[in-house]
C-alpha cells in the first residue's frame, strides 16, 4: 500500500510563490504528478513527471510558472509555483501511478488560495 501526504498549501497574494510538498511512503511511484480543482470545477491535470526527473510535463496554463521536481531519496515530489494568480486558487491534490497518465494513488489535498 502506499500513502501521500501533501503540505505547503496557504493564502497568498498575487504574483507571490508557494511551494508544495508530497511525501509518498509505502512504496516507489514511477510517474507523480500534481492536479488542482477550484469551487465548482473538475480536477484538472497540473504536472507530471518521471522517475528520473528529466520528464516533466505541464498544464499550459502553468508552463512558465511552475516547475515540477521529485526527490527520490526522500520519495518526494515538489510543485514550485511562481508568479501565482487568483485563477490558481484550488485544492492542489498529488497524485501517483504505475505510469505517465495513470494514477491509482491520490493524496488528500491541500488548499491555496491567491488573493488579488
Known amino acids: 500500500q502506499g500513502q501521500l501526504v501533501e503540505s505547503g498549501g496557504g493564502l497568498v497574494q498575487a504574483g507571490d510563490s508557494l511551494r508544495l510538498s508530497c511525501a509518498a511512503s509505502g512504496r516507489t511511484f514511477i510517474t507523480m504528478g500534481w492536479f488542482r480543482q477550484a469551487p465548482g470545477k473538475e480536477r484538472e491535470f497540473v504536472a507530471a513527471?518521471?522517475?528520473?526527473?528529466?520528464?516533466?510535463y505541464y498544464a499550459d496554463s502553468v508552463k512558465g510558472r511552475f516547475t515540477i521536481s521529485r526527490d527520490n531519496a526522500k520519495n518526494t515530489v515538489y510543485l514550485q509555483m511562481n508568479s501565482l494568480k487568483p485563477e490558481d486558487t484550488a485544492v492542489y491534490y498529488c497524485a501517483a501511478g504505475p505510469t505517465l497518465g495513470m494514477y491509482d494513488y491520490w493524496g488528500q489535498g491541500t488548499q491555496v488560495t491567491v488573493s488579488s
Open positions: 513527471i518521471g522517475r528520473s526527473g528529466k520528464s516533466t
